[in-house]
């Protein structure tokens, strides 16, 4: 397109790109939101949402996977799962998903190396799989706020544990201009919708407090 930057290498960049990294949703699920206590719930919810969206928009390989619905459990909440069609989930009964063979396979099998970590509680679902994948020579991005954890100070807690093993922070917003990197660039129209959209919503929900 005339006036875009030119594309770097997709594959090579050391920034996120939507051919060099895959992402993961962990535990959305009611019962897990439920537990939730570092953040307001529809905070939460909308950014989790957003999050789906830009991954679906960029095309990026997904990883969704729920804990012990075979027994009882919720599956992924209907919001995320909207706005990832198709999507199958990987049940598990560990309590760290990258235990779980089919999960670990599932990020593997992608061939990429960086991995963009999301999942409900901070503390377990998201510290114990990026720890892991940490040690494995991964690099490791975790959506700051579209997690969440039991309380402020597990969350806290375990995102410093996560930041001092070598992950990196990063949050919805900052991923999604990060895979567009120029307006010029393909798939700009569907990005400024969800945009559009999300800080709307944000807006209102602010407005409500």
Same mark, same amino acid.
């Given at each position: 397109?005339?006036?875009?930057?030119?594309?770097?290498?997709? +594959?090579?960049?050391? !920034? /996120?790109?939507?051919?060099?990294?895959?992402?993961?949703?962990?535990?959305?699920?009611?019962?897990?939101?439920?537990?939730?206590?570092?953040?307001?719930?529809?905070?939460?919810?909308?950014?989790?949402?957003? +999050?789906?969206?830009?991954?679906?928009?960029?095309?990026?390989?997904?990883?969704?996977?729920?804990?012990?619905?075979?027994?009882?459990?919720?599956?992924?909440? @209907?919001?995320?799962? #909207?706005?990832?069609?198709?999507? =199958?989930?990987?049940?598990?009964?560990?309590?760290?998903?990258?235990? $779980? =063979?089919? %999960?670990?396979?599932?990020?593997?099998?992608?061939?990429?190396?960086?991995?963009?970590?999301?999942?409900?509680?901070?503390?377990?679902?998201?510290? %114990?799989?990026?720890?892991?994948? !940490?040690?494995?020579?991964?690099?490791?991005?975790?959506?700051?706020?579209?997690?969440?954890?039991?309380?402020?100070? *597990?969350? #806290? *807690?375990?995102?410093?544990?996560?930041?001092? *093993?070598?992950?990196?922070?990063?949050?919805?917003?900052? /991923?999604?201009?990060?895979?567009?990197? $120029?307006?010029?660039? @393909?798939?700009? $129209?569907? /990005?400024?919708?969800? /945009?559009?959209?999300? %800080?709307?919503?944000?807006? #209102?929900?602010? *407005?409500?407090?």
């Amino acid at each position: 397109m005339a006036g875009a930057t030119p594309i770097r290498d997709p +594959l090579k960049d050391h !920034l /996120l790109t939507a051919q060099n990294a895959v992402i993961t949703f962990i535990d959305y699920q009611p019962e897990q939101y439920a537990g939730v206590h570092s953040a307001p719930h529809d905070e939460l919810l909308l950014n989790v949402t957003m +999050l789906g969206r830009v991954a679906t928009a960029f095309e990026l390989p997904v990883v969704l996977s729920t804990v012990y619905v075979k027994h009882g459990m919720s599956g992924t909440n @209907p919001e995320l799962r #909207e706005a990832l069609p198709g999507i =199958p989930e990987i049940d598990r009964t560990t309590m760290n998903s990258w235990e $779980d =063979p089919e %999960f670990r396979d599932a990020i593997v099998k992608t061939g990429r190396k960086k991995i963009i970590f999301a999942g409900l509680w901070t503390e377990i679902c998201v510290a %114990f799989p990026v720890l892991d994948a !940490l040690k494995e020579g991964f690099e490791v991005y975790v959506v700051v706020d579209a997690i969440g954890g039991v309380s402020v100070a *597990a969350h #806290e *807690a375990a995102i410093q544990r996560m930041l001092q *093993a070598g992950a990196t922070p990063i949050s919805v917003i900052g /991923l999604a201009g990060e895979l567009q990197r $120029d307006w010029g660039h @393909p798939g700009a $129209d569907r /990005l400024r919708g969800i /945009l559009r959209e999300y %800080f709307t919503r944000h807006h #209102e929900l602010r *407005a409500k407090r």
